[in-house]
């Protein structure tokens, strides 16, 4: 399936469900912009000739400012924008809250902007470049994140857009609704090679779709990269799944709140991961000590994302996390604080040269 020339065309493709309802604002806002550009334009020239200066006519008394006329005119034209923009905010609010809450049931896929590329990671191990291949009719979730700089992700037949960041994650959400081919852009000046950063979006049917999910990358699915990943780190010393380790029981944890030693709570999410994976000090979780390594600069993007998925794959079936016990320890033991590896393990591994896997089980660089 290749993208072919098509004729002139006013808008892009409808094959999303957001498409509909942002062409119709967009319809309502072209449709008042130009009634009121035109009223205004007849009413200039109309009173421009009607009231024009004729030789030896009399100078009009001036009307008195405090009429009911001269009010209800002011009334009716502060009023009638005031409703029309009104709705142009419900209506666009509405649309927006609605892209910003993907539906529990999306297909999650993973998408890291680099300068100038599109890297797409699927969680059955597929792996794109520039491409993106999506069944028709399911919700599909992209978890973005940037490499370098800020990026935008840009369907412009789907009528989704949102800002790829550096250092954290952003959401896009949409339904695809017609088989075809679709241009992607970044739509966030990035460099030099900004206007090369484009790609393709294939919109398959289901059985198509499976065919070539099928295919794969033969390395596994990222929850099973990420398992390998949190082995190489270490991470398993500390993080036990009875609860009983130096570290906090990561089964079940993600989407709960987490309490933090400083009183407040935090909601553990892809951005909350990340951060505590590269900056352990910054949220630690209560009950533990700031003993924590960094693992900045000892996995990548990729790897994290793959990190991510493995964490989040730790959930109980029934979605009900077990309640921690802090169990009686000898005072020799230290706790950690979140995502951690003791400091001393984590010095051996450095030592002897084991840490250096870590970059390797982070998946291809592409």
Not at 58 to 81: C, K, N, Q, Y
Not at 260 to 285: F, H, M, N
Request: aromatic fraction near 10%; proline fraction near 6%.
């Amino acid at each position: 399936m290749i993208l072919e020339p098509k004729s002139f065309q006013l808008f892009p493709d409808s094959a999303s469900n957001f498409a509909p309802s942002v062409d119709g604002l967009y319809g309502y806002m072209v449709v008042v912009s130009a009634f009121f550009s035109l009223l205004v334009a007849f009413l200039i020239i109309f009173f421009a000739v009607k009231y024009r200066k004729r030789a030896g006519a009399p100078i009009p008394t001036p009307a008195d400012e405090h009429s009911i006329g001269g009010m209800i005119l002011e009334i009716a034209w502060s009023v009638i924008p005031l409703v029309l923009s009104l709705v142009m905010f419900a209506w666009g609010a509405s649309i927006m809250f609605e892209e910003s809450r993907p539906p529990k049931d999306s297909l999650s896929i993973y998408v890291t902007g680099k300068r100038w590329m599109w890297k797409v990671q699927h969680l059955e191990g597929a792996r794109e470049i520039n491409e993106l291949h999506v069944p028709i009719n399911r919700n599909i979730k992209l978890t973005m994140t940037s490499e370098d700089v800020i990026h935008d992700f840009y369907v412009p037949a789907f009528r989704t857009k949102t800002d790829v960041l550096p250092g954290r994650y952003t959401t896009e959400w949409f339904r695809p609704t017609k088989i075809g081919a679709y241009h992607l852009f970044c739509a966030e000046y990035c460099g030099t090679k900004h206007s090369g950063m484009v790609g393709t979006v294939y919109v398959m049917s289901v059985e198509d779709y499976d065919k070539w999910l099928a295919q794969g990358s033969g390395e596994g699915s990222m929850a099973e990269e990420g398992e390998s990943l949190f082995r190489q780190l270490g991470c398993g010393n500390c993080h036990v799944k009875d609860g009983h380790g130096r570290a906090p029981n990561l089964q079940g944890l993600y989407g709960m709140k987490a309490d933090l030693s400083d009183g407040t709570s935090v909601r553990v999410d892809e951005s909350y991961i990340r951060e505590s994976v590269l900056y352990p000090q910054a949220k630690i979780v209560a009950g533990y000590d700031r003993i924590m390594p960094t693992f900045h600069g000892l996995i990548t993007d990729e790897g994290m994302l793959k990190l991510i998925e493995y964490i989040k794959s730790l959930g109980n079936p029934s979605g009900v996390v077990p309640e921690r016990t802090v169990p009686a320890e000898p005072s020799d033991i230290q706790k950690t604080g979140p995502m951690a590896v003791p400091s001393s393990e984590f010095r051996g591994q450095a030592a002897s040269g084991k840490a250096a896997p870590a970059s390797q089980g982070t998946g291809k660089q592409q």
